[in-house]
């Protein structure tokens, strides 16, 4: 079951707005999207979180039209249907604000489904790729990728973090449903 405020709340931050100028702009962010259909580019919902010397810095989500069908399949995974998307922007009109958060950025996504509806929703909408580097947090993640995030984050706490997602329940696929996990892992919760 879906909680009805979550797709009435305007987007955290203002759409085209990036973090504060007073913050530094984040080490990495982590994305999720969720789409309305088996079609990849029909991004139904986007939210991104940046993070900096773990601490969150950067809050970004809203709903999308995503021009296209949705599947009770997959409404029933999210709980977005049509009516929740009626007047919202669709992909090509915050493509900008979007490439603006990940771009030459460190982006995390889970098992880089992410990744492949961002870059079909930009070929779709006849937009350019968002160039990001691209980390799964699928499992080995940490493995794979420690290399390329020492760079970013400490890896003592990249440690903990992991630790703490093997001992949580899978949480429900949905971008506000991931989104928080990251924030509370993050703030040490």
Same mark, same amino acid.
């Given at each position: 079951m879906s909680d009805p405020m979550l797709f009435s709340a305007p987007p955290i931050t203002e759409p085209g707005r990036l973090e504060d100028e007073a913050i530094a702009p984040p080490d990495f962010v982590v994305v999720d999207v969720e789409t309305a259909c088996s079609r990849v580019s !029909?991004?139904?919902q986007i939210g991104v979180v940046g993070f900096r010397d773990g601490t969150e810095v950067l809050a970004y989500e809203t709903l999308v039209d995503p021009c296209d069908d949705f599947s009770s399949f997959n409404?029933?995974?999210?709980g977005i249907s049509s009516?929740?998307?009626? !007047?919202k922007p669709t992909f090509a009109q915050i493509h900008a604000v979007i490439d603006r958060h990940l771009a030459g950025r460190i982006t995390v996504a889970h098992s880089l489904f992410d990744k492949g509806a961002l870059a079909s929703a930009c070929r779709v909408h006849d937009r350019q790729p968002i160039e990001t580097t691209w980390l799964d947090s699928a499992p080995g993640f940490y493995e794979r990728s420690a290399a390329?995030?020492?760079?970013a984050v400490d890896l003592r706490q990249l440690e903990a973090?992991?630790?703490a997602v093997e001992r949580s329940e899978p949480a429900p696929k949905r971008s506000a449903g991931?989104?928080?996990r990251w924030r509370g892992l993050?703030?040490?919760?």
């Amino acid at each position: 079951m879906s909680d009805p405020m979550l797709f009435s709340a305007p987007p955290i931050t203002e759409p085209g707005r990036l973090e504060d100028e007073a913050i530094a702009p984040p080490d990495f962010v982590v994305v999720d999207v969720e789409t309305a259909c088996s079609r990849v580019s !029909s991004i139904c919902q986007i939210g991104v979180v940046g993070f900096r010397d773990g601490t969150e810095v950067l809050a970004y989500e809203t709903l999308v039209d995503p021009c296209d069908d949705f599947s009770s399949f997959n409404t029933r995974i999210h709980g977005i249907s049509s009516d929740h998307v009626i !007047s919202k922007p669709t992909f090509a009109q915050i493509h900008a604000v979007i490439d603006r958060h990940l771009a030459g950025r460190i982006t995390v996504a889970h098992s880089l489904f992410d990744k492949g509806a961002l870059a079909s929703a930009c070929r779709v909408h006849d937009r350019q790729p968002i160039e990001t580097t691209w980390l799964d947090s699928a499992p080995g993640f940490y493995e794979r990728s420690a290399a390329l995030l020492a760079k970013a984050v400490d890896l003592r706490q990249l440690e903990a973090e992991r630790s703490a997602v093997e001992r949580s329940e899978p949480a429900p696929k949905r971008s506000a449903g991931s989104l928080p996990r990251w924030r509370g892992l993050h703030r040490g919760a």
